[in-house]
């Protein structure tokens, strides 16, 4: 048996924000959710206050999102939602302000304190009393996929990693890709988003769930970004390019929306948490190691879609476009594993995923001195 | 700028209905929309009792639809659906009682009638006072696609001819694919049913609204079509390959919510209004006829999804599983391209579709002698 379920409507084109006012408007009053400096550099948040102005809807900024954001703060968010009276949410940015905004649309209408019924942790149940409040999507970087999926992931300083929530209310009801929100991003911005995007499509192929409803949109996601892989080499993403990136990284968040992903991303989430490398460079220097331990055509098949020749080839390129950023000790293998050995998707890997498997692809990564 | 949505959750397999009880009650109280047989011989108004019984959810049963459904018909089940008060619709059967189900959605709550507000004819506007009840499709064929379109097609007598209505919330909230509902179906209705689904997928790919969210997905459809071709003309279809035409069927309903159709179906509806073809022996007269008059490499790709050599070759393939029915006269063809070219989806034709044009292309149809 298998399931395709992904509700939100997917906009794609320049000015598509402009030109689809009615799909941006879910309310009467928004809450804009975004990063300190994304929506503005982007030119999204200009976009989506010159609709809203134009249609004279109120709308309140809040633009303290941080990279990766910590479950405390977006119960914050949610206050502040709560007092402005915010009856929809835009999100625009990365990752990180999508993430943001699902768990700010819960804690919006669930509310958390002290004495409230709903605790801060209540999120991570997926189901609550009230709906969270609707909401839309305009990411900023071709790679998450999160303006598609139903996950929200958030960091929690206790343990140390993140961890995701996810809801069937938790789909934005619009999502707009406009490739002019992300030409003009640092060329290792893209290349990192890019390389998070390619990890979904292959961990969604390769994955224990993958089925009929995923597998082939995997391999056009994976197509896609092969057409455009010189170009992230080389810096020289054109408008065109940088539209077909964020529908390949939307094909990439439908793909998980239906698989989830493996340990490439388990493993990732402790090399941000503990070394501060950005999300899709994690992904990027553990995925060699985990699509070499996988015996089947299915790894042929995603390097084949990508247009390179071998997995050997495949690493040589994630090894240009990726540079090494920082070195780790034993100890802190040991340390990184004990936490990501836990986490849920492990049990996706098309292998048995154990410490010691863990540790050695930690060691081989392409972090690695 | 191209879009895609299709919101509505796809669960796929052999006894999918009994193993997700959940997903198929939406409300309190259900009202079962099906035809005079297809319901029962399927077996599939057996497990969907079943499981509502084991829930104690009240349900009427409505098995009055026609074979393309006439607008009147629906008024009056929308009718019923306020007397006995369901608050939520199953559809059981091939396109007619999927549509059927659409229209009844929303009849049973914008009251019809002669001093109602809402008129007969107010379904066609497609924006309704209430939200359709929601609604669970379950295909007992493997062709319409209904079960996740927002379309719903009806007999217009006046008119003579079948006229569409959409709106966002006639997308059914959950479809159900299971082949042993379909594999039981008459030797000749598997194969209409096939090649109405394969006109979906095809009329996709040429249209003038083709986009990169709607082609892979056509695509993937005609290859997984492409599979059975030997076992519809045979007659051997297996239970597997009965579940996977019921998913190539839906590939082509989410590809036409993204493009419509083209001439193949608005010339189709003339066949079957004024000569009782059935809905996909009709289109597959016209395909190649339609297919031949195309410039572009589309047409290759289409034929190439499907493992056929070449486009005589498919022609050959759908004179054999498509026995000639009937003539017709040429005051006939004179008749049905007058109406035929007033239809909407006209224009989505890749290329300029005229009334001589469609004159000529039902002379040559396969219906011919």
Known sequence: MFKFHMPTKVIVGENCVL????????????????????????????????VLENAKIPYHVYDKVENNPEISDMAQGGRLARECGADFIIAIGGGSP??????????????????????????????YKNKPLPMVAIPTTAGTGSEVTPYSILTLHNEKTKKSFS????????????????????LQVARNTAVDAMCHLIEGYTNKK???????????????????????????LALD??????????????????????????????????????????????????LKRIDSKRVADCIGALGIES????????????????????????????ISIK???????????TRELEIEIYKNSLLKE
């Open 19 to 50: 030109n689809n006012p009615k799909d941006l408007m879910l309310g009467k009053s928004a809450l804009i959710v975004t990063g300190k400096s994304s929506g503005k550099k982007s030119g999204a948040l200009d976009d989506v206050i010159f």
């Open 98 to 127: 999508m993430d943001a905004a699902k768990a700010i649309g819960v804690y919006a209408v669930n509310e958390s304190g002290e004495d409230g019924e709903f605790k801060l942790y209540d999120i991570f149940k997926g189901e």
């Open 167 to 186: 809801c069937v209310d938790s789909f934005f009801k619009v999502a707009f890709l406009d490739g002019r929100y992300t030409v003009s991003l640092p």
């Open 210 to 236: 993958a089925s009929p409803s995923s597998d082939y949109i995997a391999l056009e996601g994976l197509r896609i970004i092969g057409k455009h892989l010189d170009a992230l080499e080389s810096g020289s």
């Open 241 to 290: 390019a940088c539209t077909e990136l964020l529908w390949a990284s939307a094909l990439g968040g439908i793909v998980i929306s239906q698989t989830g992903t493996t340990i490439v991303h388990s493993m990732g989430y402790e090399l941000t948490y503990f070394k501060d490398i950005p999300h899709g460079m994690a992904n990027g220097y553990l995925v060699y190691e985990y």
């Open 311 to 338: 997995l050997e080839n495949f690493k040589e390129y994630l090894e240009k476009i990726l540079p090494r950023v920082c070195n780790f000790t034993e100890k802190e293998i040991l340390d990184w594993s004990e």
């Open 343 to 353: 986490a849920r998707n492990v049990a996706s890997c098309p292998y048995q995923a």
